[in-house]
């Protein structure tokens, strides 16, 4: 029984700590701000951007602090973990933030170039921030409960933004959108009822330390519900079709965050809750993780070659990558954690930038059907050089950045020496060749044959530099970590440990009566 004097906090904050909570404090007050401010014309967008400036900048320094010193956690109100509310940052969280919030930027600029002055009134900037404090606290929440209402403040962002313009078409993907996450999000809390009824806690380093005392049915089962929360939220097979029929409905830039951020949060989870919190029951489902890796690895690719709308078949490419990130969390060694957390941070920056690029495509053609796209090689060279090389780093072609993930992964499955192992490494390979066989397909279709009879490619409008080069940023990033991967091989080093070993974390969140 612990103490009440023992169970509260006595003494305050260090002010550097305040790092870890900073990020989700910015992007609430922005999106506050820039709701006030929607009327305001282009003063909107420059407030919005120097608030994700100021968390950009924060998310560095506690990236710092943590490569330094190891996980750090901050407590809200008095009350000392479990019971109080906790956010705790490790060295994969903090790095995910970090790249949330830098292609959040990017893609804040991108959408300047396409808005015009009456639309800053649609509360776009506020829900972009909305969404980005979902995200930031979903990868820095410390407790499960929280990851679930940072997971309900995504979808309110994420639904807002879906149905922003009010296309039919939008609000069909909204309905299949929504439908599939409010699902997701029920069986998530039943999990958590189930999980603090065995437990008595949902604090994530309480948890690890009291689930492998408790029934190893009763965890498998809640396990076996969270990988189905997550697997639904993730878009892995089989509950998988609701991204390529929703995605492709906004406005390119918002597909854009959408795959490069939601899945990923995801998956992310996923990788916490089955290799971090819940070992001993990740185990026990093993086979029902491989079939489902698998699955996801060789059912995406197919979708994307038999799939003639441009932004649904990158919906695939999304889907494939989150297959690849399974292949971690179902062989969790060394090689298997770092090639998975390696890949998500190659997905947020590549399927932005893909998606990015559609938009550019579909705004030069008027089309959004591949079979009317047709010479664009000709009128803008760099676009289908952006294109291809996007292409190559998502089959993982070096020395694009989506070798190293997918390298690291390979490792994986071969050193696991048994048919589990070898399975993976063949759909590994086999998601590889269709991926790059779809892409360069879609390639060939939209750049290099002529242009069909009826349809034409327009000029790139004055302003079209923008655009482009934001988007070339990010392209840019993914072959400058290609080419350089030192420094994201150190961070894999010091962080994936972390992950299979939490001691670190434990010992950083400092639960009542305990020794922080």
């Given at each position: 029984?612990?103490?009440?004097?023992?169970?509260?906090?006595?003494?305050?904050?260090?002010?550097?700590?305040?790092?870890?909570?900073?990020?989700?404090?910015?992007?609430?007050?922005?999106?506050?701000?820039?709701?006030?401010?929607?009327?305001?014309?282009?003063?909107?967008?420059v407030?919005?951007?120097?608030?994700?400036?100021?968390?950009?900048?924060?998310?560095?320094?506690?990236?710092?602090?943590?490569?330094?010193?190891?996980?750090?956690?901050?407590?809200?109100?008095?009350?000392?973990?479990?019971?109080g509310?906790s956010?705790?940052?490790?060295i994969?969280?903090?790095?995910?933030?970090?790249?949330?919030?830098v292609?959040?930027?990017?893609?804040?600029?991108?959408?300047?170039?396409?808005?015009?002055?009456?639309?800053?009134?649609?509360?776009?900037?506020?829900?972009?921030?909305?969404?980005?404090?979902?995200?930031?606290?979903?990868f820095?929440?410390?407790?499960?409960?929280?990851?679930?209402?940072?997971?309900?403040?995504?979808?309110?962002?994420?639904?807002?933004?879906?149905?922003?313009?009010?296309?039919p078409?939008?609000?069909?993907?909204?309905?299949?959108?929504?439908?599939?996450?409010?699902?997701?999000?029920?069986?998530?809390?039943?999990?958590?009822?189930?999980?603090?009824?065995?437990?008595?806690?949902?604090?994530?380093?309480?948890?690890?330390?009291?689930?492998?005392?408790?029934?190893?049915?009763?965890?498998?089962?809640?396990?076996?519900?969270?990988?189905?929360?997550f697997g639904?939220?993730?878009?892995?097979?089989?509950?998988?079709?609701?991204?390529?029929?929703?995605?492709?409905?906004?406005?390119?830039?918002?597909?854009?965050?959408?795959?490069?951020?939601?899945?990923?949060?995801?998956?992310?989870?996923?990788?916490?809750?089955?290799?971090?919190?819940?070992?001993?029951?990740?185990?026990?489902l093993?086979?029902?993780?491989?079939t489902?890796?698998?699955?996801?690895?060789?059912?995406?690719?197919?979708?994307?070659?038999?799939?003639?709308?441009?932004?649904?078949?990158?919906?695939?490419?999304?889907i494939?990558?989150?297959?690849?990130?399974?292949?971690?969390?179902?062989?969790?060694?060394?090689?298997?954690?770092?090639?998975?957390?390696?890949?998500?941070?190659?997905?947020?920056?590549?399927?932005?930038?893909?998606?990015?690029?559609?938009?550019?495509?579909?705004?030069?053609?008027?089309?959004?059907?591949?079979?009317?796209?047709?010479?664009?090689?000709?009128?803008?060279?760099?676009?289908?050089?952006?294109?291809?090389?996007?292409?190559?780093?998502?089959?993982?072609?070096?020395?694009?950045?989506g070798?190293?993930?997918?390298?690291?992964?390979?490792?994986?499955?071969?050193?696991?020496?048994?048919?589990?192992?070898?399975?993976?490494?063949?759909?590994?390979?086999?998601?590889?060749?269709?991926?790059?066989?779809?892409?360069?397909?879609?390639?060939?279709?939209?750049f290099?044959?002529?242009?069909?009879?009826?349809?034409?490619?327009?000029?790139?409008?004055?302003?079209?530099?923008?655009?482009?080069g934001?988007?070339?940023?990010?392209?840019?990033?993914?072959?400058?970590?290609?080419?350089?991967?030192n420094?994201?091989?150190?961070?894999?080093?010091?962080?994936?440990?972390?992950?299979?070993?939490?001691?670190?974390?434990?010992?950083?969140?400092?639960?009542?009566?305990?020794?922080?």
């Amino acid at each position: 029984m612990v103490e009440l004097p023992s169970a509260m906090i006595e003494t305050a904050t260090a002010a550097a700590d305040w790092v870890v909570v900073l990020p989700l404090v910015l992007c609430l007050m922005g999106a506050a701000a820039t709701l006030m401010l929607r009327k305001s014309g282009g003063l909107t967008f420059v407030f919005a951007a120097l608030v994700l400036i100021a968390v950009i900048a924060c998310e560095v320094t506690l990236l710092l602090r943590v490569l330094e010193g190891g996980p750090l956690s901050m407590t809200m109100g008095k009350w000392l973990p479990p019971f109080g509310i906790s956010f705790a940052a490790d060295i994969f969280g903090a790095a995910f933030a970090l790249t949330a919030a830098v292609v959040t930027l990017v893609v804040l600029v991108h959408a300047q170039g396409e808005r015009s002055a009456e639309d800053g009134r649609d509360g776009f900037h506020s829900m972009v921030l909305l969404l980005l404090a979902g995200v930031t606290g979903s990868f820095l929440t410390g407790d499960l409960f929280n990851l679930y209402v940072w997971f309900e403040v995504m979808l309110i962002a994420s639904f807002g933004l879906i149905v922003l313009g009010g296309r039919p078409a939008q609000l069909d993907g909204a309905v299949k959108y929504g439908f599939i996450n409010f699902l997701a999000t029920t069986f998530f809390l039943m999990a958590l009822g189930l999980l603090y009824g065995t437990l008595g806690t949902l604090n994530m380093a309480d948890i690890m330390l009291v689930a492998p005392q408790a029934n190893p049915a009763a965890m498998a089962g809640i396990a076996g519900l969270l990988l189905l929360a997550f697997g639904m939220k993730a878009a892995a097979f089989p509950v998988n079709a609701w991204l390529p029929a929703s995605y492709h409905t906004p406005p390119a830039v918002v597909s854009a965050l959408f795959g490069g951020l939601l899945t990923k949060v995801g998956i992310f989870a996923m990788l916490r809750a089955l290799v971090v919190l819940l070992p001993a029951s990740r185990d026990l489902l093993e086979p029902v993780l491989v079939t489902i890796a698998v699955a996801t690895l060789l059912i995406a690719p197919l979708g994307a070659i038999a799939e003639t709308n441009l932004r649904r078949a990158i919906g695939f490419f999304v889907i494939g990558g989150v297959g690849s990130v399974l292949v971690g969390i179902a062989l969790p060694s060394l090689a298997g954690v770092s090639g998975a957390g390696l890949y998500v941070f190659h997905a947020i920056l590549t399927m932005t930038a893909f998606y990015l690029v559609a938009g550019l495509v579909e705004s030069r053609t008027g089309q959004t059907d591949t079979r009317r796209m047709g010479g664009i090689y000709a009128a803008s060279a760099p676009l289908s050089i952006l294109f291809f090389v996007l292409v190559l780093a998502t089959a993982g072609v070096p020395p694009f950045l989506g070798f190293w993930p997918k390298l690291l992964l390979l490792q994986a499955g071969l050193g696991e020496g048994s048919w589990p192992g070898g399975l993976v490494a063949i759909a590994l390979l086999a998601n590889a060749v269709l991926t790059l066989i779809a892409g360069s397909r879609l390639w060939a279709h939209i750049f290099w044959r002529p242009t069909p009879e009826g349809a034409a490619v327009s000029s790139a409008p004055a302003d079209a530099w923008l655009r482009v080069g934001t988007t070339g940023a990010l392209v840019a990033i993914v072959v400058a970590a290609g080419l350089w991967p030192n420094g994201l091989f150190e961070v894999l080093r010091l962080g994936a440990p972390d992950l299979l070993d939490p001691s670190r974390y434990v010992a950083a969140i400092g639960l009542a009566g305990g020794t922080p």
